[in-house]
């Protein structure tokens, strides 16, 4: 009878409570990996308002004055191309490296830790997961990799900012050779004026000559 009781018997409690399962790491960006989105997002954009139609067609006053419509059409189509074009890189940076889900791990640690501060005993080392063990152990990574991240964000911005720089300096020596061409033409212009002008006077000495040839043997 006591051999049935003791089998009957729950079982004794575990020392050590199971390891609480890690709540999942979300795809959607978290604080930070949205705040570095809206800092390059806010970054291309500045940089594509300083490139105004006003900026843009005084790089071509003669094409904006002469079929402006036209000119505005490039100018919209040139500057969405080139934010459609640093969007979908920066885009495809992001899900190569595995931005966000590293940034959201690393909002997910700050939070923890947060929580740990503000008095709560916490868990025992032995009861978390793996996964909390391993990403406790990889949180200075993480933010070492957000600062490189922050950091070749910064020196993509200040080549983009030179890129446009040297594309706008283009357009003042296109701008500078089309003056010049304009002058030439004006010049060849001038030229063929004044000999029409030359020729007709020769034409008409011409004329005059042959009236005193003919008048001279008239007489003789």
Known sequence: MAASDAADAPPAPSRSPSPPIAPPIASAPGPRATA???????ATAHILKTCSYANFSACFPTMAREASDSLKLLHQDFTEGLGEYWRTNF????????????????DSLIEDARRRKKGSAGDAPHTLSAQQLYLSHL??????????????QDAVQEDNVELLGRVMQQRKEIEALMKGLEGVAADLDASVTALDSEAADLESSRDAVRDVDTDMRLTA
């Open 36 to 42: 570095l989105q809206k800092l390059y997002a806010d």
């Open 139 to 152: 949180a200075p990574s993480l933010a070492v990799y957000s600062q490189e991240m922050k950091e070749r």
């Open 91 to 106: 885009e495809s940076i992001l899900d190569n490296r595995n931005v966000v889900a590293s940034l959201n791990e690393l």
